[in-house]
């Protein structure tokens, strides 16, 4: 989403080459792919962006007429970064300290999944989980970047639920096991554009299980901000254009209830960040 407006950038790109527009470097070629991460790396897409909230493309040939059947919008990241224990309320409530440090661990492409997608849970766990959590995409390649200009590398933001199975996430002192199943990062409804989103400490993220609310936080709670998060992870390695830092949940996962309360079948997991959007998943026993 671009200017409040969401758009089918490969149909846009197309009736603006046919109506002999300018054509972008490496924008075709990107969009050929189906790959965001590929056009935010594209040597063109300032041209296209610019264009598109500009509206020098036009709004009726570019914007989308109706709601698609949306995939996950970015399904190929280099890096899908995760960020453990970044709401102060949710290390207070599973009993851990206020870490130093931000934990890190990863998630794979095989774990994403479309926004209003089943979610198959696997036959191994007995504890899968739901957070709710702010997706930062980048959009320029970032080097130990500084906190001072640190925003102008991130593109924009979406939605993730950064499903868990507790009892692999525990089973040794690493959480990759419990991170990295099949359908375990449902993500969207869409990427949208920094500039489209109000000040981040006042969004507010909220989780619903089968209609009932769980999850309510305010992006405030926050112990490494966006800008921190971004600024250290560049100081680690070098992120490029499509990584994806999912950057922590709020308190009311599954694992602090008394009895624990995980995902069984049929039920349905509904996210919404502020001015970002909604995903809705029903999760389903393996057939």
């Given at each position: 989403?671009i200017?409040?407006?969401?758009?089918?950038?490969?149909?846009?790109?197309?009736?603006?080459r046919?109506?002999?527009?300018?054509?972008?470097?490496?924008?075709?070629?990107?969009?050929?792919?189906g790959?965001?991460?590929?056009l935010?790396?594209?040597?063109?897409?300032?041209g296209?962006?610019?264009?598109?909230?500009g509206?020098?493309?036009?709004?009726?040939a570019?914007?989308?007429?109706?709601?698609?059947?949306?995939?996950?919008?970015?399904?190929?990241?280099g890096r899908?970064?995760?960020i453990?224990?970044?709401?102060?309320?949710?290390?207070?409530?599973?009993?851990?300290?206020?870490?130093?440090?931000?934990?890190?661990?990863?998630?794979?492409?095989?774990?994403i999944?479309?926004?209003?997608d089943?979610?198959?849970?696997?036959?191994?766990s007995?504890?899968?989980?739901y957070?709710?959590?702010?997706?930062?995409?980048?959009g320029?390649?970032a080097?130990?970047?500084?906190?001072?200009?640190?925003?102008?590398?991130?593109?924009?933001?979406?939605?993730?639920?950064?499903?868990?199975?507790?009892?692999?996430?525990?089973?040794?002192g690493?959480w990759?096991?419990?991170?990295?199943?099949d359908?375990?990062?449902p993500?969207?409804?869409?990427?949208?554009?920094?500039?489209?989103v109000?000040?981040?400490?006042?969004?507010?993220?909220?989780?619903?299980?089968n209609?009932e609310?769980?999850?309510?936080?305010?992006a405030s709670?926050?112990?490494?901000?966006?800008?921190?998060?971004?600024?250290?992870?560049?100081?680690?390695?070098?992120?490029?254009?499509?990584?994806?830092?999912?950057?922590?949940?709020?308190?009311?996962?599954g694992m602090?209830?008394?009895?624990?309360?995980?995902?069984?079948?049929?039920?349905?997991?509904?996210?919404?960040?502020?001015?970002?959007?909604?995903?809705?998943?029903?999760?389903?026993?393996?057939?």
């Open positions: 989403m200017a409040g407006v969401a758009y089918d950038l490969a149909d846009c790109y197309q009736r603006h046919q109506s002999g527009g300018v054509a972008w470097k490496g924008v075709s070629a990107a969009l050929a792919r790959s965001l991460r590929a935010l790396a594209a040597p063109g897409i300032e296209l962006l610019e264009a598109l909230r509206q020098a493309l036009t709004h009726e570019c914007a989308l007429r109706a709601p698609p059947a949306l995939c996950a919008p970015l399904h190929d990241p899908f970064i995760g453990g224990l970044n709401y102060r309320s949710h290390a207070r409530e599973i009993g851990q300290p206020i870490p130093t440090e931000p934990p890190l661990f990863a998630k794979w492409a095989n774990a999944t479309g926004p209003y089943d979610v198959t849970l696997p036959a191994y007995q504890a899968v989980d957070e709710v959590e702010l997706g930062v995409v980048i320029r390649r080097r130990q970047v500084s906190l001072q200009d640190v925003m102008d590398y991130v593109f924009g933001y979406t939605v993730i639920n950064d499903v868990s199975a507790r009892d692999l996430q525990f089973r040794t690493q990759l096991a419990g991170k990295i199943s359908g375990f990062a993500m969207g409804p869409g990427v949208v554009e920094k500039a489209d109000g000040p981040l400490r006042d969004l507010v993220l909220e989780t619903w299980v209609g609310l769980r999850q309510q936080g305010r709670d926050m112990i490494f901000d966006v800008p921190a998060l971004v600024s250290r992870l560049s100081h680690l390695m070098t992120l490029e254009p499509g990584d994806v830092i999912a950057t922590g949940t709020p308190p009311g996962v602090s209830r008394t009895p624990p309360c995980y995902l069984g079948d049929r039920d349905v997991v509904r996210m919404q960040i502020t001015g970002i959007g909604v995903i809705e998943n029903r999760f389903v026993a393996p057939s």
